[in-house]
């Protein structure tokens, strides 16, 4: 367990946009066993380096196949812990990301 998909299908997130610090993620895929509810509850995910094939023997699918089944956009490349100091120094903000 790694915490992003508990974090995604954590209700408390609901339609806000998530900054993950964590420079690898989606690396153990995701898998029936550890969400936090039944669906994504994030409006917007953005991650440094996404991992390009899940490697976990529980892994049922990627962590972006998963995002793009329940229609939440994604992006990546982000320098995501100077973003996380931006957010830090000025407080939340209203953002968008569209694809």
């Known amino acids: 367990m790694t915490g992003y998909q508990e974090t995604l299908t954590d209700p ?3 339609r806000q946009v998530v900054v993950m ?3 690898h993620v ?3 895929g995701v898998n029936d066993e550890d969400p936090e509810s039944g669906r994504i509850w994030v409006s917007g995910y953005v991650v440094r380096d996404p991992a390009r094939k ?3 023997w529980r892994s049922r699918r990627s962590l972006d196949e998963e995002l793009v089944a329940q ?3 994604g992006i990546s490349g ?3 812990r100077a973003l996380t100091r931006h957010l830090r120094e000025r407080g939340a903000m ?3 990301i569209f694809s």
Do not use: K
Request: charged letters at 10%.
């Open 12 to 14: 408390s997130y609901h």
């Open 94 to 96: 209203r953002v968008g």
């Open 78 to 80: 982000v320098d995501t």
């Open 54 to 56: 899940s490697s976990n």
């Open 26 to 28: 989606g690396n153990t």
């Open 71 to 73: 229609g939440v956009v």
């Open 21 to 23: 610090t964590a420079p």
